[in-house]
């Protein structure tokens, strides 16, 4: 099965939920903005199988959840929480 690479965002009202989610997604993928993931390469089998973890941490009538197949990044720098720890994706 073909692994692409994925862009996970969302907007969640409730603080412990939006946590979780946040938990969740920084065991697959890298924290690229406040609530915005980048996976680097995943099936969509295993991408349905994540959603369905994560749905169980949002409120269906309040929160939202954009799940994006995007291309693979070439190259890409930043910076991770601690400043003197730089990322190459």
Request: glycine fraction near 4%; proline fraction near 2%.
């Given at each position: 099965?073909?692994?692409r690479?994925?862009v996970?965002?969302?907007?969640?009202?409730?603080?412990?939920?939006r946590?979780?989610v946040?938990r969740?997604?920084?065991?697959?993928?890298?924290h690229i903005?406040?609530?915005?993931?980048?996976?680097?390469?995943m099936?969509?089998?295993?991408?349905q199988?994540?959603?369905s973890?994560?749905?169980?941490?949002?409120?269906?009538k309040?929160d939202?959840?954009?799940?994006?197949?995007?291309e693979?990044?070439?190259?890409?720098?930043?910076?991770?929480i601690k400043?003197?720890?730089?990322?190459?994706?």
């Amino acid at each position: 099965m073909e692994k692409r690479a994925w862009v996970v965002v969302y907007d969640i009202g409730d603080h412990r939920s939006r946590h979780r989610v946040a938990r969740v997604l920084r065991t697959v993928g890298f924290h690229i903005q406040r609530s915005t993931f980048y996976i680097q390469s995943m099936s969509q089998r295993e991408i349905q199988a994540l959603i369905s973890r994560l749905e169980k941490h949002i409120n269906r009538k309040t929160d939202r959840l954009f799940v994006y197949p995007v291309e693979e990044l070439e190259h890409a720098e930043g910076y991770l929480i601690k400043p003197w720890e730089t990322f190459i994706i």
